[in-house]
């Protein structure tokens, strides 16, 4: 279904969230946490400073035109939401950010600590306004600690959570995914789920109350095996990327294995799971002729990979290498499916983009913009409620899109001091 540019679709009745308004004041460390309560039905208005906001420049843009309302990145994360502009340094800005807050549900920021409280727009001061509020803050470490007025652009944040010490090569220094802010964007998700929770608090209790999301903590519990092994081995869990480094031993199995079109994931196991796959991808060597004695013979159950010699390593995982050189992604699934193995194949962006599965589905959604752009796909949602509405109800707005919307339909502001505001630098 294809959206209009500006209105919101018939069905947002329908959204479990429709009945709340949220004020979006984060930049990219937020951002995603309004596009998803957005996507549940929320009316998030993003409040940006007079002239847009600085994320509107950030890459790619759209057929390279670099232009603020062409950025990728600022459609991506600001669907969903309503936008106007207010400079909140100003006196007339503070009062019209509090005369918002009368009818908000939710204030979404990531300032510095203590930030909003110099404006007089921190918790304590906007619980006296609207005690039901609930004030989401998202931070690099958090409101309190020796770290709290530290900054922390999203490779800090990854680093100091955790997660940069298990990604790259082991004889190379640490790598980060360099084409998305992941530990915002997981901060954002841990701050929409909190904020969600604290609604239905504030429902059975009556009162609001402050989130605070530390992008460190949210990063420190998807480190993945790395707290488990430190506990029973004293140790750190090395880092491997496209394999896996064997305890104890100087061995790499590798997990990832090139095939025609791309890359399919697998680890080469020992024990009772050793010999309830390998063999089959064995017997599926031989059947086309590229397995000899020497791979048709390994005792899987008996495999202890540390008993082994670099070389020897090499040598067998040489035999699952070149089968896999002989297929397609495609192939190997089919063939894994109809065996009963245990592989997948490693989706590359157009593979997402093209999967019959969510197509199937109903994941992506075209949404219409104004010129120069015409349709975006986009992902459409990220659950499938049986009794409610999960989609991009609108695109990402225009810089002050809905500043009459707002401060006249709803605030009644004349234009005579509309004008007045914007003149003077408020809106």
């Known amino acids: 279904m294809m959206i209009s540019p500006t209105t919101l679709v018939d069905d947002n009745q329908r959204a479990m969230l429709s009945t709340y308004r949220v004020l979006d004041l984060t930049d990219e460390k937020g951002f995603y946490c309004g596009q998803l309560l957005g996507s549940l039905g929320a009316d998030v208005i993003k409040i940006e400073r007079p002239g847009g906001d600085s994320s509107r420049n950030i890459p790619p843009y759209y057929h390279d ?57 921190g918790y304590s001061d906007l619980e006296l306004i609207n005690p ?71 429902a059975t209790s009556g ?27 004293g140790k750190q869990r090395e880092r491997g990327s496209s ?35 390998n063999p089959k991808i064995v017997q599926w060597m031989d059947d086309e002729g590229l397995a000899d004695e020497y791979i048709k013979s390994i005792k899987w159950s008996e495999v202890d990979w540390r008993n082994y010699t670099k070389e ?11 089968f896999f050189k002989t297929k397609t992604k495609s192939e190997i699934l089919q063939g894994a499916l109809e065996r009963g193995i245990i592989i997948q194949a490693i989706s590359s962006p157009r593979d997402i983009a093209e999967h019959p599965q969510l197509e199937a589905r109903g994941y992506w959604q075209e949404v219409e913009y104004p010129p120069p752009i015409d349709r975006i796909t986009h992902p459409g949602r990220f659950i499938y409620p049986s009794a409610s509405t999960c989609r991009i109800w609108r695109r990402a707005p225009l810089a ?28």
């Open 312 to 322: 020897d390593v090499e040598r067998i995982q040489g035999y699952f290498s070149r």
């Open 207 to 233: 009162k609001g109350q402050h989130i605070d999301v530390s992008i460190q903590e949210s990063v420190a519990k998807t480190t993945f095996m790395e707290h488990e092994v430190w506990e029973v081995t």
């Open 400 to 427: 002050g899109e809905h500043n009459r919307e707002v401060y006249q339909g709803e605030l009644g502001i004349s234009d005579a001091e509309l004008s007045s505001l914007k003149e003077a630098g408020v809106i």
């Open 132 to 202: 039901a509020l609930v004030f989401t803050s998202i931070t690099p470490f958090g409101q309190k600690g020796p770290y709290s007025g530290y900054k922390g652009p999203d490779l800090v944040c990854w680093a100091m959570g955790g997660l940069l010490a298990q990604t790259g090569d082991p004889d190379r220094p640490p790598v980060r995914i360099s084409h998305i802010n992941f530990a915002y964007l997981i901060a954002s998700m841990d701050a929409a789920w909190s904020t969600v929770m604290a609604l239905y608090w504030r």
């Open 243 to 277: 394999f896996y480094k064997v305890p104890n031993s100087p061995i790499l199995l590798r997990v990832v294995w090139p095939v025609k079109d791309g890359y399919i994931y697998l680890m080469l196991r020992g024990g009772d799971l050793g010999a309830r796959e």
């Open 65 to 121: 035109q670099s232009q603020p309302e062409l950025s990728l990145y600022w459609l991506a994360y600001n669907s969903n939401k309503r936008g106007i502009t207010l400079n909140l340094q100003s006196h007339d800005g503070r009062r019209l950010f509090k005369r918002l807050i009368d009818k908000a549900d939710v204030v979404l920021e990531s300032a510095p600590p203590g930030d909003m409280d110099k404006l007089g727009l």
